[in-house]
Protein backbone atom coordinates (compact mmCIF):
# COMPACT_ATOMS: atom_id res chain seq x y z
CA UNK A 1 0.00 0.00 0.00
CA UNK A 2 2.41 2.47 1.25
CA UNK A 3 4.68 1.78 -2.31
CA UNK A 4 1.79 2.07 -4.41
CA UNK A 5 1.45 5.46 -2.54
CA UNK A 6 5.00 6.43 -3.46
CA UNK A 7 4.64 5.23 -6.92
CA UNK A 8 2.21 7.64 -7.70
CA UNK A 9 4.16 11.10 -6.44
CA UNK A 10 5.79 12.64 -9.91
CA UNK A 11 9.00 12.23 -10.79
CA UNK A 12 11.35 14.96 -9.77
CA UNK A 13 11.40 17.17 -12.75
CA UNK A 14 7.25 17.12 -13.22
CA UNK A 15 6.78 18.37 -8.83
CA UNK A 16 9.72 20.73 -9.31
CA UNK A 17 7.39 22.24 -12.16
CA UNK A 18 4.40 21.69 -10.43
CA UNK A 19 5.77 23.38 -7.66
CA UNK A 20 6.85 26.32 -10.36
CA UNK A 21 2.33 26.02 -11.41
CA UNK A 22 1.91 26.65 -7.66
CA UNK A 23 3.86 29.61 -7.19
CA UNK A 24 2.98 31.27 -10.68
CA UNK A 25 -0.69 30.48 -9.34
CA UNK A 26 -0.20 32.02 -5.90
CA UNK A 27 1.73 35.39 -7.39
CA UNK A 28 -1.88 35.34 -9.86
CA UNK A 29 -4.01 35.18 -6.72
CA UNK A 30 -1.85 38.16 -4.96
CA UNK A 31 -2.39 40.34 -8.15
CA UNK A 32 -5.98 39.45 -8.09
CA UNK A 33 -6.44 40.51 -5.19
CA UNK A 34 -4.11 43.94 -5.31
CA UNK A 35 -5.77 45.04 -9.03
CA UNK A 36 -9.40 43.40 -8.67
CA UNK A 37 -10.25 43.18 -5.05
CA UNK A 38 -8.22 46.54 -4.58
CA UNK A 39 -6.55 45.33 -1.57
CA UNK A 40 -3.29 47.26 -1.39
CA UNK A 41 0.19 44.98 -0.18
CA UNK A 42 1.97 46.15 2.36
CA UNK A 43 5.63 46.01 2.63
CA UNK A 44 5.65 42.47 4.57
CA UNK A 45 3.24 41.05 2.05
CA UNK A 46 5.54 42.43 -1.27
CA UNK A 47 8.74 40.31 0.85
CA UNK A 48 6.55 37.96 0.77
CA UNK A 49 5.81 37.58 -2.53
CA UNK A 50 9.27 37.93 -3.65
CA UNK A 51 10.21 34.51 -1.82
CA UNK A 52 7.12 33.29 -3.27
CA UNK A 53 8.98 33.84 -6.93
CA UNK A 54 12.33 32.67 -5.75
CA UNK A 55 10.67 29.51 -4.74
CA UNK A 56 9.17 29.36 -8.42
CA UNK A 57 12.42 30.36 -10.34
CA UNK A 58 14.84 27.79 -8.63
CA UNK A 59 12.24 25.32 -8.67
CA UNK A 60 11.68 25.94 -12.58
CA UNK A 61 15.12 26.25 -13.41
CA UNK A 62 15.55 22.58 -11.57
CA UNK A 63 12.61 21.42 -13.64
CA UNK A 64 14.47 22.71 -16.62
CA UNK A 65 18.23 21.96 -15.66
CA UNK A 66 19.31 18.34 -16.32
CA UNK A 67 20.97 17.82 -13.44
CA UNK A 68 22.35 14.92 -10.74
CA UNK A 69 21.24 13.25 -7.36
CA UNK A 70 23.38 16.12 -5.44
CA UNK A 71 22.62 18.84 -8.17
CA UNK A 72 18.82 18.10 -7.39
CA UNK A 73 19.26 18.32 -3.64
CA UNK A 74 21.37 21.70 -4.03
CA UNK A 75 18.31 23.02 -5.89
CA UNK A 76 15.30 21.92 -3.53
CA UNK A 77 17.41 22.83 -0.67
CA UNK A 78 17.89 26.31 -2.20
CA UNK A 79 14.03 26.37 -2.50
CA UNK A 80 13.75 25.25 0.99
CA UNK A 81 15.61 28.37 2.43
CA UNK A 82 13.64 30.82 0.15
CA UNK A 83 10.12 29.38 2.20
CA UNK A 84 12.01 29.56 5.29
CA UNK A 85 12.64 32.96 4.67
CA UNK A 86 9.33 33.99 3.22
CA UNK A 87 7.71 32.04 6.14
CA UNK A 88 9.88 34.51 8.50
CA UNK A 89 8.30 37.31 7.11
CA UNK A 90 4.60 35.88 7.03
CA UNK A 91 5.06 34.98 10.77
CA UNK A 92 6.16 38.82 11.63
CA UNK A 93 2.85 39.90 9.92
CA UNK A 94 0.88 37.34 11.62
CA UNK A 95 2.65 38.59 15.10
CA UNK A 96 1.65 41.91 14.01
CA UNK A 97 -1.60 41.65 13.12
CA UNK A 98 -2.02 39.71 16.75
CA UNK A 99 -0.64 42.69 18.93
CA UNK A 100 -2.95 44.51 20.99
CA UNK A 101 -3.88 47.47 19.34
CA UNK A 102 -1.69 49.89 21.94
CA UNK A 103 1.53 48.36 20.45
CA UNK A 104 1.06 47.97 16.81
CA UNK A 105 3.88 50.33 15.41
CA UNK A 106 3.05 53.73 13.72
CA UNK A 107 1.83 53.44 9.87
CA UNK A 108 4.49 54.85 7.78
CA UNK A 109 4.03 56.62 4.67
CA UNK A 110 2.91 54.36 1.51
CA UNK A 111 5.27 51.97 -0.61
CA UNK A 112 5.50 54.20 -3.55
CA UNK A 113 6.68 57.30 -1.70
CA UNK A 114 9.09 55.50 0.12
CA UNK A 115 10.54 54.39 -3.22
CA UNK A 116 10.54 57.52 -4.48
CA UNK A 117 11.87 59.34 -2.37
CA UNK A 118 14.16 57.28 0.52
CA UNK A 119 17.52 55.58 -0.38
CA UNK A 120 17.61 51.88 -1.18
CA UNK A 121 18.69 51.02 1.98
CA UNK A 122 15.97 52.51 3.86
CA UNK A 123 13.19 51.42 1.64
CA UNK A 124 14.56 47.62 2.00
CA UNK A 125 14.37 48.19 5.76
CA UNK A 126 10.71 49.15 5.45
CA UNK A 127 9.75 46.32 3.62
CA UNK A 128 11.87 43.51 6.02
CA UNK A 129 10.17 45.64 9.23
CA UNK A 130 6.94 45.81 8.52
CA UNK A 131 5.19 48.95 10.17
CA UNK A 132 1.22 49.44 11.32
CA UNK A 133 -0.12 49.14 7.63
CA UNK A 134 1.15 45.22 7.83
CA UNK A 135 -0.81 44.82 10.93
CA UNK A 136 -4.13 45.61 9.65
CA UNK A 137 -6.09 42.74 8.78
CA UNK A 138 -8.65 43.92 5.62
CA UNK A 139 -9.86 40.33 4.01
CA UNK A 140 -10.13 37.03 5.80
CA UNK A 141 -10.49 34.03 3.59
CA UNK A 142 -13.88 32.25 5.43
CA UNK A 143 -13.69 35.12 7.66
CA UNK A 144 -11.42 32.96 9.48
CA UNK A 145 -7.40 33.14 8.04
CA UNK A 146 -5.86 36.51 6.98
CA UNK A 147 -3.64 36.76 4.18
CA UNK A 148 -0.58 36.32 5.92
CA UNK A 149 -1.84 33.33 7.54
CA UNK A 150 -2.72 32.06 4.16
CA UNK A 151 0.68 32.56 3.34
CA UNK A 152 2.71 30.93 6.34
CA UNK A 153 0.37 27.93 5.25
CA UNK A 154 1.37 28.50 1.36
CA UNK A 155 5.23 28.43 2.71
CA UNK A 156 4.82 25.59 5.11
CA UNK A 157 3.42 23.77 2.05
CA UNK A 158 5.89 24.48 -0.21
CA UNK A 159 8.66 23.69 2.33
CA UNK A 160 7.90 20.38 2.54
CA UNK A 161 7.61 19.46 -1.07
CA UNK A 162 11.10 21.09 -1.21
CA UNK A 163 12.33 18.79 1.89
CA UNK A 164 10.56 16.12 0.41
CA UNK A 165 12.51 17.01 -3.63
CA UNK A 166 15.60 17.04 -1.35
CA UNK A 167 15.33 14.17 0.64
CA UNK A 168 13.57 11.40 -1.87
CA UNK A 169 15.68 8.74 -3.22
CA UNK A 170 16.58 8.93 -7.17
Same mark, same amino acid.
Given at each position: ?????????? @?????????????????? =??? &?????? *????????????????????????????????????? &????????????????????? *???????? =???????????????????????????????????????? /???????????? /?? *???????????? @?
Amino acid at each position: MAQSLLDRIP @GSRNLNFMIFLACTSIIG =VAL &YMEHVM *LLQPCGLCITQRVFVILVGFICLASALHKTGEAGRRN &YALAAASMCIAGGYFAGRQIW *LQHLPEDQ =VPACGPGLSYIMDNFPLMDMLSFLLKGDGNCAEVTWRFLG /IFSIAELAMGGF /IG *LFALCLYQALRK @G
